[in-house]
DNA sequence: TGCCCGATTAACT
DNA sequence: GTTAATCGGGCAA
């Protein structure tokens, strides 16, 4: 029986629970699958939405860890995050791609397309496949329509810059399941 | 108020 | 490899 995720899981640091997700499984209304690639923002990051202070659209950021904060990115795609750390911190993890295992055929409607290397793999997709809007912004994470499972078996992590930023972009805060098909870009190096 | 640009994607060449 | 699509946050004026 896989163990659920509860909020003190969240209640750590972004650079624990970043690769902690490596492997674990998310579901919306039953559709979703592993997390293979995450990349963590901390409080202190010029790249961190929370960087300049608390605004309306970063609100949840600063509040209460395992919680989703859900973002417009570049006025066209849905981003997920889930927020970590002690409440305050202001830190988050982005979900950047998941391999698909349930609920194929809704992601692939809601999609438009058939191949399903392509259905999660970035994370405008993968809010677009599971039907994340700014309407999922500030819910609870151990609760519907979010399901999070803790990863059942070991695997292996890559590390590597995170992908489409300009600030702060050389720290090494994304990670991804080794040798995954489903990652939005591969990593640089896989050894 | 106006302007710039981004934690992106897809459709081009 | 390049670029358009599209919108709201953040900052200058």
Redesign the pocket.
């Known amino acids: 029986m896989p163990k659920r995720l509860i909020k003190s899981f969240f209640s750590r640091s972004v650079h624990e629970v970043a690769p902690d997700l490596i492997g674990a499984t998310l579901f919306v209304n039953g559709v979703g699958g592993r997390l293979v690639e995450v990349?963590a923002?901390h409080h202190t990051d010029p790249?961190?939405?929370?960087y300049?202070?608390p605004?309306?659209?970063?609100a949840v950021?600063f509040g209460p860890p395992g919680y989703a904060?859900v973002?417009?990115?570049?006025?066209?795609?849905w981003?997920l995050?889930f927020v970590c750390e002690p409440k305050g911190s202001a830190s988050?993890v982005?979900i950047?791609a998941i391999e698909p295992t349930e609920g194929l055929a809704a992601m692939r409607r809601r999609?438009g397309?058939t191949e399903e290397r392509?259905l999660c793999?970035?994370?405008?997709?993968?809010c677009?496949a599971l039907g994340i809007t700014v309407r999922h912004n500030g819910l609870a994470l151990d609760a519907a329509p979010f399901e999070l499972f803790a990863r059942q078996t070991d695997v292996e992590i890559v590390v590597g810059p995170?992908?489409?930023?300009?600030?702060a972009a050389e720290l090494p805060w994304r990670y991804g399941e080794k040798g995954s098909r489903y990652l939005?870009k591969p990593f640089r190096r896989e050894s």
């Not at 973002?71 to 795609?77: E, N, Q, V």
């Not at 995170?162 to 600030?167: E, F």
Request: charged residues 25%; aromatic residues 10%; hydrophobic residues 25%.
């Open positions: 990349e923002y790249a961190a939405h929370s300049r202070g605004t309306e659209r970063n950021m904060y973002y417009r990115s570049y006025g066209i795609h981003c995050n988050a982005l950047r999609r397309l392509l793999s970035g994370p405008g997709r993968l677009q995170r992908i489409g930023i300009t600030k939005s």
